[in-house]
């Protein structure tokens, strides 16, 4: 069976420090993967997506980015931390972009930047 | 930008059926309709989708309106467990949509004992 794993579950960073959370899917392959944010009390804001190895797409521009090094592993990073990066950072992927393709959530991450 | 709207909170009493509605007047023949549901601090979590017939699983049923802008979510039974934000997105796969999946705030449904 298939399955999303996401770390770390919480993390606690300085601001202008650099950031790297992983996401790597199990069990299938090609996955699109997706980066979501969700602020207090907010909804989710989609931040990257990746269809294939080395191909990212950035819906938002922030100080944040993502890679794609690998066909199941999902990277979002940031070379200086603001205050405003707090945040629950999610990832999911799709099996297909098949319309009846259901999307799978990983557990997050929960950032806060002090 | 989300395509669907939804209130942005309801209540319901534990035992009795929960009715979210979802507006998606804008959708187009090909996007099926889908439901998430975000229990706090954890990742949203699928629970039922469809296009044009009704649809219903272990979790909950789905019923579309003939027109297609509308479709109601229904818990038959409502628990203090299925206290959660719930999300309706929709997607297709024209124009690049099929790429995204775009949430909207979703309704926090709160089930009261």
């Known amino acids: 069976s298939q399955t999303i794993h996401q770390w770390p579950a919480t993390l606690v960073q300085p601001v202008g420090s650099p950031l790297s959370l992983e996401c790597t899917v199990e069990?299938?392959?090609?996955?699109?993967l997706y980066w979501y944010r969700q602020a207090a009390g907010r909804g989710l804001q989609l931040l990257f997506y990746?269809?294939?190895?080395?191909?990212i797409s950035s819906e938002v521009p922030q100080n944040l980015s993502a890679s794609r090094p690998q066909d199941r592993q999902f990277i979002l990073s940031s070379k200086k931390l603001l205050l405003s990066d707090s945040g629950f950072y999610l990832c999911a992927w799709l099996r297909s972009l098949s319309p009846e393709a259901e999307a799978f959530f990983g557990q997050g991450t929960r950032l806060t930047v002090v | 930008d989300a395509k669907t709207t939804q209130p942005p909170s309801m209540d319901c009493a534990e035992g009795r059926a929960a009715n979210l509605p979802c507006n998606h007047s804008t959708i187009s023949g090909n996007e099926y309709v889908y439901w998430y549901r975000q229990i706090h601090s954890q990742g949203p979590q699928y629970i039922i989708h469809g296009l044009k017939n009704n649809e219903t699983n272990e979790m909950a049923s789905l019923i579309i309106t003939e027109d297609r802008k509308s479709s109601t979510l229904i818990l038959p039974h409502a628990t203090l467990r299925d206290t959660a934000v719930y999300y309706c997105?929709?997607?297709?796969?024209?124009?690049?949509?099929?790429?995204?999946?775009?949430f909207g705030k979703g309704t926090l449904l709160t089930v009261n004992p």
């Open positions: 997105i929709v997607r297709g796969n024209s124009g690049g949509s099929n790429y995204k999946l775009t």
């Open positions: 990746s269809v294939g190895i080395g191909q």
């Open positions: 069990g299938t392959s090609n996955p699109n």
